[in-house]
């Protein structure tokens, strides 16, 4: 027996019998290590809010019978607590690479159809268990000729499973119903046409027959399978092959074309080297190499009638397509039988089939390993990891080392595309990890950019009239009609930055007596849907959804989910780094409704949760005369509530959610986890070879660190662009002269950054004078560039030395030019244009409209410019600016009332004066007056009695924008420190008299209190 092959056979190659893990498991709690000792107490300071403790999320959920469902399901259902350390313990058992990845997937799936809640959090004794339980016979010698390889195929095709799951007193019945099971039950599992039909002249009388039976009749057939025989047959049939179909010397396959034999189970075939194309329906293909298709067929499919319940496709090498859109049960399929398609050699391969596809199994064990490169996933239903009544795998493993990417530039082509193991997965529904009863489902891809999809078919009517089924990512469900209950379904992404896009059901969510998981390794992800799902349990199910790192964000159109769960039922979303954004809508961020527990934890990052104040962010629903329960615990980071929520709160919502955020400690930003965020060094910089230049700098080696000096600094860069930057101004003023032959060039931002470090390091070490002189210069130089980067320089460097060139720039005829030069006079904090800048101000726009019916409003961009410089620097134009108050632009009066706050002390009296004049009430010019109270709004202007008694009468304005204007101020004041405690009392007496006869919702809004 080969070393892999010994491997495979050990390992996993089947697996079934399970036991509970043994002593040797370090067991020291419940859960593990999946939550830190902060995270636990900060859940019980959260459940102590509400008089409850750990022991109350155990009320019992398993209302209904549950026929069949899982022990670990069961358990898990009971305490919540126990989803994510289950989840943890599966990650972790189904690891490897190569064939270890798909015996681990197996023996885990099998394993896990008796198993419990993991003691100490590891299924490691599980796993070994279930491996051990199967002894595979060696394998018989490596073919070495084309004859004998047939052969070996044969024999692996030959090993024909047994399924006899009949029932009945007569041998007539008992065929009948076994014709019925294989008939009806790959649409019961998929819930949609799985054809062709296997016995079409006998459809219509096997309709007949299963219509006179009870309704659970075809259920309680299925259950009879034994799934943990169909997971040893699997093994026993393929692990020969795999295990040493790599080591096939060149002699075992045809050189010149295919060689094809009929045997009783089915068509065989060996490949070439070359470019094949496989057509129609095949038992067995083993092809060495090349581009190869495989369309329109059959293959590595059992479809389950007598000598049709094993399919195998290996194929060694090469971008491969397989294309059987219009064909069911094909590449990876297996009804009441095994089948296994290994694609080998990290090419970019093409999947695209009908339902039941790519790693599905009603009644059987089907696998589907693609060993890496970037590949396409396309299916309608029942696909990529779905099962029902067995184990279905879609294994997308990485074998070869991730390619190096520099973080100090942009990926330049050509780009070897497969060594990113980027892979698109796109479904109808009921895809990406999917279980019905008796079934495990497991999606698992290693690394890569990878995006989810499923939807866009089925509508979800009548619920929605423009939203549609997804049942994928993690969904398992059972069979509420039969009280049968569903699987364990679980998508396992290790790596990558990755998309998860649905609409209703997906995305780690449980229906009946069913646990749905997703797992999720790394990255900053994104995870979209409508309803139902983020780690969401329905109906006595279990829902779980764990991102262990980076910045993620989640996002739900309507509800609910993200850690909520709806009538006996449990559910938990974890994210345990990164800064991550919520948006629930509704019955969301840890919502128990009727009867549920619902937990959102997220360990770290500065997190901002967006959802509807009134629909269930975070709160309970009682039902059936008691309670639910939600919690959300959020630790360290500065977070952002849409609510009354806030860094270090305890609070208490619907009956009964409860929430908890632990605030930072000091400014500390909390651990973001995965990937480092993109302003930051990897810690693996290396510094280019020319910063580490010694001696006078020739034109080579000045554009090579002034080309670095330019890039952006993000990423590595922030540690290497500084060091070249200091290399130059290390050169001294003899670089000036390359530096200024570049400012026709370069005036982008980034160049605009290296000037400023460049030439401001170089004016610190005695070179001033020159810098300036270099400056003035090219201020007055006929090239447009030049000037323009120059005058920038001036501002960025505040050479206060040059200011009178720069007023003289107001005068410029090019209309850009003089409001650049504004700002420059305001960067320098220089009044030389002051008296120009005040006829920039003169607007006409009080003037009577023109023939066209359009007013002269003035130069918008000067009137900016010029409030920047006057405002800015503290003059008092109030005689320029006064008509501005009700100017019809409001960026002009947004940025009028921004400045008289931010500089108020200063222009106090002015704002003081305008409020208290009387033409401000006789020609009710209301905007200009709600530019003045905008202006008091954003200061910290504290009213006197006159100023605090104007405000309160402008409570009896005709116009409801005043008042409210003026009920939004009286409330700023009340949040200010010192205001006078009578004229404060005065003047919140009578907002409070007179919000009791408003009728205007706005008012009544901006006059709440805070």
């Known amino acids: 027996m080969s070393r892999r092959l010994a491997r495979l056979a050990c390992l996993a190659a089947a697996l079934v019998a399970t036991v509970p893990a043994t002593a040797a498991d370090p067991a020291p709690s419940p859960y593990g290590a999946t939550y830190t000792a902060e995270e636990l107490a900060a859940l019980d300071r959260a459940l102590h809010a509400g008089n409850c403790t750990r022991e109350d999320l155990t009320f019992r959920k398993d209302m209904a019978k549950g026929i069949g469902c899982f022990p670990v399901v069961k358990e898990l259902l009971r305490d919540p607590l126990l989803i994510a350390p289950t989840m943890d313990a599966i990650a972790a058992a189904v690891d490897g690479k190569g064939l270890d990845l798909v015996t681990a997937a197996l023996a885990t799936a099998a394993g896990l159809r008796t198993a419990g809640a993991p003691a100490g959090g590891s299924y490691a004794a599980m796993r070994t268990t279930a491996a051990k339980a199967l002894a595979v016979p060696a394998a018989p010698m490596a073919p070495v000729t084309p004859a004998q390889a047939l052969v070996f195929l044969e024999g692996v095709v030959g090993r024909q499973p047994e399924v006899d799951v009949t029932a009945g007193d007569t041998e007539a019945e008992r065929a009948v119903s076994a014709m019925a099971l294989r008939h009806a039950l790959p649409e019961a599992m998929a819930w949609h046409p799985v054809g062709p039909a296997p016995y079409p002249d006998r459809a219509e009388a096997l309709d007949t027959f299963l219509k006179g039976k009870p309704q659970a009749y075809l259920h309680d057939l299925a259950a009879r399978l034994d799934v943990p025989a169909l997971a040893r047959a699997w093994a026993e049939a393929f692990a020969p092959l795999l295990g040493s179909v790599a080591s096939w010397p060149p002699e075992a396959f045809p050189t010149d074309a295919p060689v094809v034999r009929e045997t009783p189970f089915g068509r065989i075939a060996l490949g070439t080297t070359g470019d094949e194309t496989w057509v129609g329906d095949y038992a067995a293909i083993v092809d060495p190499g090349g581009d190869d298709r495989y369309e329109r067929g059959r293959f590595a499919a059992a479809f389950g009638t007598d000598g049709r319940r094993v399919g195998v496709v290996v194929d060694l090498g090469g971008d491969d397509v397989y294309d059987a859109r219009g064909t069911d049960v094909t590449f990876g399929a297996a009804i009441l039988g095994v089948a296994a398609l290994v694609d ?170 069913a646990a749905g998981l997703l797992w999720d390794g790394g990255g900053h992800d994104l995870y979209e849907m409508t309803q139902y799902g983020q780690g969401s349990g329905i109906h006595l199910a279990v829902g779980g959804l764990v991102d262990v790192a980076g910045s993620d964000a989640y ?27 919520y948006h629930g809508n509704t019955s969301c961020n840890g919502c128990g409704l009727t009867n549920a527990v619902g937990l ?227 960067a320098l904090g220089s009044h030389a244009g002051d008296d120009r800048l005040r006829g920039w101000l003169a607007s006409g726009h009080r003037a009577a409209a023109g023939p066209d019916g359009v007013r002269d409003l003035g130069d918008e961009a ?149």
């Open 344 to 513: 080998l050699g990290g090419g970019n391969d093409r999947y695209a089939a009908g339902h039941g596809s790519l790693g599905a199994a009603a009644g059987g064990v089907a696998v589907l390993y693609d060993d890496g490169g970037s590949d396409r996933y396309d299916a309608k239903t029942f696909t990529m990891g779905a099962a029902g009544f067995g184990i279905g795998l879609l294994l997308d493993d990485a074998t070869k080392p991730a390619p190096v990417v520099r973080t100090d530039e942009e990926t330049k082509d050509p780009v070897d595309i497969a060594a990113f193991d980027d892979d698109r997965l796109v479904a109808w529904a009921n895809a990406q990890a999917f279980a019905r009863p008796g079934g495990v489902a497991l999606c698992v891809n290693r690394r890569g950019n990878d995006v989810y999809e499923a939807g866009g078919v089925y509508l979800h009517a009548p619920l929605f009239s423009d939203r549609y089924q997804s049942f994928s990512q993690g969904f398992a469900i059972g069979a509420r009609d039969v009280d049968y209950a569903g699987g364990i379904a679980m998508v396992l992404d290790r790596d990558g930055n990755d998309r998860y896009l649905g609409d209703v059901y997906d995305q780690g969510v449980g229906y009946w007596y």
């Open 555 to 581: 996002v739900m159109h309507s509800g609910l989910g993200q850690g909520g769960s709806h009538d006996f039922a449990a559910s938990v979303l974890h994210d345990r780094g990164g800064n991550d954004r």
């Open 600 to 826: 959102h934890l997220d360990r770290a990052g500065d997190d901002t949760y967006a959802a509807r104040r009134d629909g269930g962010f975070n709160g309970g629903r009682p039902a059936r005369g008691f309670g639910s329960v939600g919690v959300l615990v959020d630790l360290a980071g500065k977070d952002d509530y849409l609510g009354t929520m806030k860094d270090g709160d305890v609070w208490r919502g619907m009956d009964v959610g409860l929430g908890v955020d632990v605030a930072p400690a000091g400014d500390r930003p909390g651990p973001g986890g995965g990937t480092p965020a993109a302003d930051q060094p990897s810690g693996k910089v290396e510094l280019p070879a020319v910063t580490r230049h010694e001696g006078p700098l020739d034109d080579k080696v000045f554009d090579e660190l002034w080309a670095i000096a330019c890039r952006w600094e993000v990423g590595d860069n922030r540690a290497i662009v500084p060091v070249a930057r200091k290399r130059l101004v290390a050169a001294g003023k003899d670089v000036l002269p390359r530096l200024e032959a570049r400012m026709e060039k370069d005036d982008s931002g980034l160049e605009v950054r290296a000037y400023v470090d460049v030439l401001t390091g170089l004016a610190e070490a005695g070179a001033r004078a020159d810098v300036v002189a270099l400056l003035g210069r090219n201020l007055a130089s006929p090239v447009d560039r030049r000037m323009r980067l120059a005058l920038t320089l001036v501002g960025e460097m505040k050479v206060a030395e040059l200011a009178d060139r720069v007023a003289a720039l107001l005068d410029a005829k090019d209309p850009s030019l003089p409001r650049r030069a504004a700002g420059v006079l305001q």
């Open 862 to 1010: 000067r009137i900016l410019a010029a409030l920047g410089v006057l405002l800015g620097l503290e003059s008092d134009p109030r005689k320029e600016v006064e008509h501005l108050l009700d100017h019809p632009l409001v960026s002009v009066r947004s940025r009028l009332a921004t400045l008289l706050a931010e500089h108020g002390p200063r222009y106090a009296a002015t704002l003081r004066s305008w409020l208290l004049q009387g033409t401000f009430f006789e020609d009710a010019r209301s905007r200009g007056l709600r530019t003045v109270l905008d202006a008091y709004t954003r200061s910290t202007l504290e009213p006197d009695v006159s100023v605090g008694r104007a405000v309160a009468a402008l409570l009896a304005h005709g116009d409801w924008g005043v008042r409210a204007d003026a009920a939004r101020l009286i409330r700023r004041w009340q949040a200010l420190p010192k205001v006078d405690a009578a004229v404060l009392d005065e003047i919140v007496g009578v907002l409070e008299k007179h919000l009791a006869n408003e009728t205007d919702p706005y008012v009544r809004t901006q006059g709440a209190k805070r």
